[in-house]
T-cell receptor, first 113, second 112 residues
């Protein structure tokens, strides 16, 4: 499977715990995006990487959120001190260059209890 | 923004009919548009895209129309099949802008 891969698919955590999600983009894609999607809504942009550089962050990305892409390949999204409002589907997408189609992974569904 | 829960616009069509899903985009500077299909529990799946220098683009069973004057995008699906049942999102972005903005989505239900 050469698509975008996300792990885990589901995560249930207690409020206040830290969680980390992983995204493996399509191998030749330089651009990597993180989105968040709540039920009944379209995906909302969180952050974007060009290779290993994080070039843009949404205001939605509070200081409890951090994303990395250390070698320009896979990326991680960490949420510290999770809150119930963090419950959502976290989607990763990658594209080969600007203004080309972004391909999404299956997402990680986070439930904070 | 505030969540509106599950109250997505819905479109119900009979199998074999043509479907038209509409989207009003927000930014007149947007120059690249994409339609995505999302099935329950899955990530969005690319369907078709169009750039602002075009007003129509056709794929297999799908056609996207772009009207920049009124900032309107539509997706036409020919001979709709049960497997087309999903939520459809339009997304807009600008050249060199990394923030691809999604619309609220339309739920398409195909009746056999």
């Amino acid at each position: 499977d050469t698509g975008v891969s996300q792990n885990p698919r589901h995560k249930i955590t207690k409020r206040g715990q830290n969680v980390t999600f992983r995204c493996d983009p399509i191998s030749e894609h330089n651009r990597l995006y993180w989105y968040r999607q709540t039920l009944g809504q379209g995906p909302e942009f969180l952050t974007y990487f060009q290779n290993e550089a994080q070039l843009e962050k949404s205001r939605l990305l509070s200081d409890r959120f951090s994303a990395e892409r250390p070698k320009g390949s896979f990326s991680t999204l960490e949420i510290q001190r999770t809150e119930q409002g963090d419950s959502a589907m976290y989607l990763c997408a990658s594209s080969i260059q600007v203004n080309t189609e972004a391909f999404f992974g299956q997402g990680t569904r986070l439930t904070v209890v | 923004g505030e969540s509106v829960g599950l109250h997505l616009p819905t479109l119900s069509v009979q199998e074999g009919d043509n479907s038209i899903i509409n989207c009003a985009y927000s930014n007149s500077a947007s120059d690249y548009f994409i339609w995505y299909k999302q099935e329950s529990g899955k990530g969005p799946q690319f369907i078709i895209d169009i750039r602002s220098n075009m007003d129509k683009r056709q794929g297999q069973r799908v056609t996207v129309l772009l009207n920049k004057t009124v900032k309107h995008l539509s997706l036409q699906i020919a001979a709709t099949q049960p497997g087309d049942s999903a939520v459809y999102f339009c997304a807009e972005t600008q050249y060199n802008n990394n923030d691809m903005r999604f619309g609220a989505g339309t739920r398409l239900t195909v009746k056999p």
